[in-house]
């Protein structure tokens, strides 16, 4: 059993960074992919960047390469991910979310568990 908490959301302008933190509860955090999912109003949920339990591997959707990085501190059971370049259409809620499965997985039906979200705007 996991649990996953967000924080670090808040309202930035256009090409401002954000970091967003999720801090994890657990003993075994360090045996789970994760990944930030992102949700804007009225759209379906979608995959932003992933990590290996490890951390030797990370996978971004081709609008956020370049601008946003995910990282994760298993010592700190936490998974961070910074956010550069901010964009308008990047405002959404963010969600931190745990898998099990062996290949990171970037649709949201085979994660786990899920944190509350934390509200991500960009102004123009």
């Known amino acids: 059993q996991v649990q996953l908490v967000e924080s670090g959301g808040g309202l930035v302008q256009a090409g401002g960074s954000l970091r967003l933190s999720c801090a994890a509860s657990?003993?075994?955090?360090?045996?789970?992919?994760m990944a930030w999912f992102r949700q804007a109003p009225g759209k379906e949920r979608h995959i932003v960047a992933a990590i290996t339990s490890s951390g030797g591997y990370t996978y971004y959707a081709d609008s956020v390469k370049g601008r946003f990085t995910i990282s994760r501190d298993i010592a700190k059971n936490t998974v961070d991910l910074q956010m550069n370049s901010l964009k308008p259409e990047d405002t959404a809620v963010y969600y931190c979310?745990?898998?099990?499965?062996?290949?990171?997985?970037?649709?949201?039906?085979?994660?786990?568990?899920w944190g509350q979200g934390t509200q991500v705007t960009v102004s123009s």
């Open positions: 979310a745990a898998s099990t499965r062996v290949v990171v997985p970037t649709d949201s039906l085979n994660y786990n568990y």
């Open positions: 657990g003993r075994t955090f360090s045996s789970y992919n």
